[in-house]
């Protein structure tokens, strides 16, 4: 970042503020552990919360292993790359700003894993909608998009949901982090759903119903 200006953003009121300051970024689990990520304060960007990303992986556990992790609105990379580490099989980042999808190809380059990993430079529904992934080994799914998705946009962020679950095959995982503003009741089939609160933060998880339960409690 050049060190003579700091870049803005628009406040509320209409004055400008100066970005926040990078955030240090680690991956907090299995073979990279406490490897540092790549993340520039950018509002635009908001990394799911240490605390939070650490007992998302305690609920889903080993499942990860062996799975196709897909990070929906990935930002940082930082929840795929997780999965990695923890022994998923490969990773597809779909992220549509493209300064942050180069963030994500910075730290996957920094983590030495180019080969199984593969970045959509694209919107997530429209991405969806022409789904080519493969099918042959079980998905784990994140879903963190930023919170005003789930007001703004929220038929779209259901039938993305509704498309996906339909596509995923026996053994997939799905975990949706959202706000308070959002109704974990209206996503599908909701009684199959686990929600746990880290507030601001909640997040809901479903497996398959052939997925044994690997939580931590």
Known sequence: ???????????????????????????????????????NGDPRTRPMKDRVREAVFNLVGPSVVGKHAIDLFAGTGALGLEALSRG????TFVEQHFPTAQIIRENIASLGIETGTEIC????FVWSRRLVESRDIPWVVFCSP???????SAAEVLALLERLL???P?????????DKRFD???????????????????????????????RVR
Do not use: C
């Open 1 to 39: 970042m050049n060190r003579r200006a700091k870049p803005t953003k628009p406040h509320a009121r209409g004055e400008e503020t100066p970005l926040p300051a990078a955030t240090p970024l680690r991956i907090i689990g299995g073979a990279y552990a406490r490897r540092r990520l790549q993340y």
């Open 121 to 124: 430079p694209a919107n997530v």
């Open 88 to 91: 998923a099989a490969r990773a």
């Open 170 to 178: 026996e053994g997939s995982i799905f975990v949706v982090e959202a």
């Open 146 to 152: 930023p919170y005003d998705f789930y007001v703004s």
């Open 166 to 168: 339909a596509a995923a």
């Open 184 to 214: 974990f009741a209206t996503l599908p089939d909701p009684q199959t759903w686990d929600i746990r609160e880290y507030l601001p933060a909640r997040i809901g998880i479903r497996r398959s119903i052939n997925e044994p339960d690997e």
